[in-house]
């Protein structure tokens, strides 16, 4: 191990940590998801502020439209759920191609890993899917282990029975759903 270089040089390694008290400070913000037309329910998600202040920043102003291009709110809204492994993890946000190739960010088309404060440890959390050290854009899936930037978590019981729906879609090929998964509407709480 010694000779081996970390991709994640200069960074913290993940420590597990169960955050089961909701911090004020945090913004909420909430997906409302559809499955081939028809409501399935709201995911509600604290965003770590706290611990990672730009992705949050990002994840957050996709969900409410805030980030404008070229004068247009572009985010979340009618994008899809392009992927879904149960057991592992739901995959969205691809708002530019639909497809998992798509990256966009407030900053720029990709910005850099915050931190790996948080492992995932638990079901449910939250963190922004890329395709390397450094790639993050607008792409999140919400459960998984160790090459993410944790920066949130789906908030309540009820809210985690929407991503269990979402998790347990029929799939195809790619782990692609049959059926389109899409965030029919978003925003802060």
């Known amino acids: 191990m010694s000779g081996m270089k970390s991709s994640n040089a200069g960074l913290q390694p993940a420590i597990p940590m169960h955050r089961p008290v909701r911090n004020p400070e945090n913004p909420v913000v909430f997906m409302d998801v559809s499955v081939g037309g ?3 329910g ?10 990672a202040p730009k992705t949050v920043e990002n994840f957050r102003q996709l969900c409410t439209g805030e980030f404008k291009l070229n004068g247009v709110p572009i985010g979340y809204k009618g994008s899809t759920f392009h992927r879904v492994i149960r057991d592992f993890m739901i995959q969205g946000g691809d708002f530019v191609k639909g497809d998992g190739t798509g990256s966009l960010s407030i900053y720029g088309e990709k910005f850099p890993d915050e931190n790996f404060k948080l492992a995932h440890d638990s ?10 050290p450094n790639t993050n854009g607008c792409q999140f899936f919400i459960t998984c282990n160790n090459k993410h930037v944790v920066f ?5 019981q009820q809210s985690m029975m929407t991503v269990r729906k979402i998790e347990n879609a029929q799939v195809g090929e790619n782990s692609r759903p049959k059926l389109p998964i899409t965030v029919s509407e978003c925003g802060e709480l």
């Open 123 to 132: 079901p449910g959390l939250l963190s922004m899917a890329n395709s390397g």
């Open 152 to 156: 949130g978590k789906v908030l309540d």
């Open 38 to 40: 028809s409501a399935i």
């Open 42 to 51: 709201r995911i509600r998600m604290e965003l770590y502020k706290d611990v």
